[in-house]
């Protein structure tokens, strides 16, 4: 949207400013009198084109926003419907576990010596010096 403002805005001085060449230049005797105007003249149509790709881009965003704020209000609705469902559908059950669907495939030990110096400290036994 920036964007189109400010080729728009471009077009438009760059417009008026071939124009202004144009009529100095008729005024004053320039060797490029009817170059000058006939590229103003373009300017003008280029400028007044950007004005409507502006125009354009603003109702697009316009549309675009409504059409976010109508998905949300329905996104939100489906969530508020959805909610009250799953608050007066859901029961607490109680499940009790039994021994015969408990299985254990492994029962390991693991032992790590270590040993004490004289201070107190524990050393790992694996690294200490043989």
């Given at each position: 949207?920036?964007?189109q403002q400010a080729q728009a805005q471009q077009a438009g001085l760059q417009?008026?400013?071939?124009v202004g060449v144009g009529v100095l230049g008729a005024l004053f005797g320039g060797g490029r009198k009817t170059t000058a105007l006939r590229s103003g003249v373009s300017g003008v149509g280029r400028s007044m084109r950007e004005g409507q790709d502006v125009q354009a881009a603003q109702t697009e965003l316009a549309?675009?926003?409504?059409?976010?704020q109508e998905l949300q209000a329905q996104v939100q609705a489906e969530v508020d419907a959805l909610t009250l469902?799953?608050?007066s559908d859901l029961v607490q059950v109680d499940v009790k576990a039994?021994?015969?669907d408990v299985t254990v495939p492994l029962v390991a030990l693991a032992w790590l010596p270590y040993t004490r110096a004289a201070s107190g400290l524990l050393t790992p036994a694996w690294d200490a010096p043989t």
């Open positions: 949207m920036q964007q417009a008026a400013m071939s549309q675009v926003a409504a059409q976010l469902t799953a608050s039994k021994s015969t």
